[in-house]
């Protein structure tokens, strides 16, 4: 009779046998699709990634295979930036997780049934691999935020890049708790690891991405929420019964945000957005630049800002020449004639005209006066006795 041991051993057995058939079929596939060709043809697989470069939008966009990019957390905006970038043909994923697939993942848009019980970064290695075995992958199936794992972490940012021993290009966070965004932002600061973190709402209609440069830009430690500044245990704040919504649809939107910027860091293109944010209510998209804060709790992260002030001053000063615009006046004007408005200033302040509601720095031009207390327009002339004769004398006294 078999034991465990045995069955065990049998179906690790079998697994290889399945991975080895499955590295067969690839190796077959591989050389019809294995560079990426230049030419925008039907039978390139990335002939409308190439179209970029001819449409004017992106200088080379071959160079995406040279690049790097390590994606923590792969549930539902993770999962989906992976696949993107695997699509987009990126050199090399670097992703880390602990967790495992279960059936409450299949609203995600890239897990599958089967895959329940598998670790989440076992389960998209092999998922993405059939996407795009060109894409070389290290999959890290632990927690960032113990201490050993933490080492290990910093160490993969810092040599894990494409060629060995040179650090990640970016960095992505797609956690969904305030302890691994402080851990990623710790690692960054410390190496000075530009990184991207995204994040969706518990109730899953906003979310946002936040572009962070350590030392120029805000990192997450320089204005956290309230349960991190205040260090409050998370988990107390855990509802008994309740569970965080997920939309496939919301995580979709912040993922094609992450990985659109993603791009246009690698491939310098556009403009990177410091801060982008999703409201799906109100179809809402704030956007703004979050400075550092000079009181940091990080340490590292204040050192980043001093470090950059003094590269800042370092660079030659380029000094702007304010060229002054010269008063309007037409060549074919010998008396010097010019045109005026009629409003005074004091005119246009007491004016009774429409003024309009004007964003700080902007003016009203010209409205209506406000109507003359002398005059009355709507007066009629007096009848008179007098004769139109005795009328034009007078006027002719004038």
């Not at 350590?214 to 509802?239: F, I, Q």
């Amino acid at each position: 009779m078999a034991t465990v041991k045995d069955l065990q051993k049998k179906i690790k057995e079998l697994e290889a046998e399945l991975e080895k058939e499955r590295r067969e079929k690839q190796n077959v596939l591989r050389p019809k699709i294995s560079q990426m060709s230049s030419e925008v043809v039907d039978s390139n697989p990335y002939s409308r990634l190439m179209a970029l470069k001819r449409m004017g939008i992106v200088d080379d966009y071959e160079k995406i295979r040279e690049y790097c990019v390590a994606v923590v957390g792969v549930g539902g905006v993770g999962s989906v930036t992976a696949e993107m970038l695997t699509r987009c043909g990126i050199g090399k994923l670097l992703l880390f997780d602990y967790d495992k697939v279960e059936l409450a993942n299949m609203n995600r848009l890239f897990y599958q049934p089967h895959q329940s019980g598998m670790s989440k970064v076992e389960a998209a290695e092999k998922t993405l691999k059939e996407i795009n075995p060109d894409v070389e992958f290290e999959v890290y199936n632990y927690n960032i935020t113990t201490m050993d794992n933490f080492t290990h972490f910093m160490e993969r940012i810092k040599t894990g890049g494409f060629k060995s021993g040179e650090p990640v290009n970016l960095v992505l966070s797609c956690v969904d708790n305030f302890e691994a965004r402080m851990t990623v932002n710790t690692a960054c600061n410390e190496l000075g690891q530009n990184w991207i973190e995204s994040g969706v709402s518990e109730n899953a209609v906003s979310g946002h991405i936040q572009f962070i440069i350590p030392g120029e830009t805000s990192c997450y430690a320089c204005a956290p929420p309230l349960v991190v500044s205040t260090k409050t245990d998370e988990k107390t704040l855990k509802r008994e019964g309740v569970c965080a919504a997920s939309l496939p649809t919301t995580m979709a939107v912040v993922a094609g945000f992450l990985v659109q910027n993603t791009l246009k860091y690698l491939l310098k293109f556009g403009d990177v957005s410091y801060y982008l944010g999703y409201n799906a209510l109100q179809d809402f998209f704030p956007s703004m630049t979050l400075r550092p804060n000079p009181t940091c709790d990080d340490r590292h992260c204040v050192n980043q800002q001093h470090a950059f002030q003094l590269r800042e001053k370092s660079k030659p000063k380029v000094e702007k020449v304010e060229e002054k615009e010269d008063d309007v006046i037409h060549e074919d004007n010998p008396f010097e004639i010019q045109l005026v408005s009629e409003t005074t200033e004091e005119e246009l302040k007491n004016s009774e005209g429409f003024v309009p509601d004007l964003v700080q720095g902007l003016k009203v031009a010209y409205t209506t006066p406000a109507p003359s207390q002398n005059s009355d327009s709507g007066a009629m002339v007096d009848n008179t006795e007098k004769s139109l004769e005795e009328l034009m004398k007078e006027m002719q006294t004038l």
